[in-house]
């Protein structure tokens, strides 16, 4: 696999006309290029999608269907500081690659590696984040991950809020069923913690934990467990700003733990504003109830009734403690699911994979399949190596030559003669252009059998042979297909 960075030759040609150039980052939830738009000749990023498990799976699907809301709703936001998205493209993975402006530059997480920003310089960032969310609420959509790593810094000191890719629009069905957390830990609002959903609060919540890191050097729920972590979230007090100078006050309000209590986008925004122009910030917004009442005209000699003692004012915590008890008793449920692995590897990028890997003496590629898949046989002759895998009905077979003696078209047609209806798609696998997709039905021991192959030619001049034989017409034919899939798509082919 490439690293960030690397340049890469002939890259790979997406939708036909987006050239993949570089690796430029990656994350839990696939891989962002520079590339070449070969048709307007411009520079754009493609951000590659990378789901782990079965495509005939609900969960796969769930996720899929997320990526493509995500290009959907980021589509949708109109902001300069809004990462422009330009095109959605379905590739043979059946996953929307994600292409958009390139914007050249570092993000706020690479930036404050270097050292904290001063009160202005926060501010200044904050104003245009917040004006990109202002954008993103006005068309219903949440962002929910905002953090510094997906805010960019580009030339002439523009700001750009990227990555939508667990935006939620209103309306529609819940990001987080079956306890699906996705996000940096350390900047998700609690009120998500608890179940009770995201709103346009939660991502000013995310903002004034952005804010304080600016200008802290580092988030106040930071810990060095992701347990201690949810506690500090859930209950805990964040630690007073330091060095936040005038934006302090603002922070703190915007960390309250309920929503409600929290200031609106234009009250924020009115503070960053003047923060960011080194003018005085503006008095807090006060509600008519707390506002103090005028004193009472005096009346000359008039003799002043005695005060009465006050009354002790009870104390809040009976009502405090149930909420504060759930919200633990809730964080608690969520952490055993983080030990469980299921939202814990969400949480830190990693893919959540049961397929096991299986790589033979003297071969070069890994082959992935589900554990109930047992090897079968082995085949060895000069330059060519063949292992078979097995469960019921299903075979799976993988073949590599050390040297290609024919074009995997001219190969695919080889196993194509004497089969009914042969289909050839030309596709690409891995960077490698020359890789051709076969789709056969042939009669074994008149039984129909629908045999689906991916062949492969790398630049090194090797030849890969993934196939599937399945019973065509019954039940595990769906069951093979999504094997073909899975398999394909877990392939590992050695580096050029």
Known sequence: MSEVGEQVRDGRLVGGRYRLLERIGSGGMGTVWRAFDELVDREVAVKQPRLPGDPEDEEFQRAAHRLYREARAAARVDHPSAVAIHDVVIEDDQLPWIVMELVRGESLHELLRRGRLTPAESARIGRAVLGALGAAHAVGIVHRDVKPANVLLGPHDRVVLTDFGIAH??????????????????????ERM????????????SLGVLLYAAVEGASPFRRTTVESTLGAILSGEPPEPTRAGPLGPLIVRMLARDPEERPGAEEVGAVLEAVAAGKDVPEPAVAAQDAEPEEAATVPDAVPEPEPEPEPRPEPEPRSRPRRTLLIALGVLLLAGLVLGTVLERFLGRESDSWTAHQRDGMNAVLFLPPQYRLLETQAAAGTRTVTYGTGALRVRLTEWDKAADSPLAEAHTLGRGTANPQYTRTGFRGNKDAILADTTYAQSGVPTRAMTLIVRTADHRMYELRVDMPKGTPAEKKGTALFKGARARLTLPEK
């Open 194 to 205: 608890s179940g009770t959903g995201a709103g346009p609060a939660s991502d000013l919540w």
């Open 169 to 190: 629009i209103q309306g529609e069905e819940s990001l987080t069923a079956s306890g699906e957390f996705v996000g940096s830990l350390e900047f998700i609002a609690p």
